[in-house]
Nanobody, 126 residues
Framework: QVRPVESGGGLVQAGGSLRLSCAASGRTFSRYNMGWFRQAPGKEREFVAHILWSGGSTYYADSVKGRFTISRDNAKNTVYLQMNSLKPEDTAVYYC???????????????????WGQGTQVTVSS
């Protein structure tokens, strides 16, 4: 079992950058596949990025591809989301999620993940 805790959110101007961190307690963090999701007011939670337990594979939503980078440091039990060239439409609460086993068909769905953090607010001003 892991318990994700997000940090690093804040207010940034369009075109700026932020790096989110997700520190997860638990001795088995390195076995978990990790994802980032986001939810804007009045919208459903949407997939942002995913990284395999080993860090050997990543996957991104089309809307963030080329601007966001997901990475992990298993020695620090932490996964990161580097966000560059931010746009006002990136404004949302960003959530970190963990899945011990996940199929390719569930990778983009919140239902594929077992453990969730409380979220961190990212606001991009125009």
């Amino acid at each position: 079992q892991v318990r994700p805790v997000e940090s690093g959110g804040g207010l940034v101007q369009a075109g700026g950058s932020l790096r989110l961190s997700c520190a997860a307690s638990g001795r088995t963090f390195s076995r978990y596949n990790m994802g980032w999701f986001r939810q804007a007011p009045g919208k459903e939670r949407e997939f942002v990025a995913h990284i395999l337990w080993s860090g050997g594979s990543t996957y991104y939503a089309d809307s963030v591809k080329g601007r966001f980078t997901i990475s992990r440091d298993n020695a620090k039990n932490t996964v990161y989301l580097q966000m560059n060239s931010l746009k006002p439409e990136d404004t949302a609460v960003y959530y970190c999620a963990a899945a011990l086993d996940i199929s390719a068909s569930m990778l983009l769905s919140p239902h594929g993940y077992d453990y969730w953090g409380q979220g961190t607010q990212v606001t991009v001003s125009s």
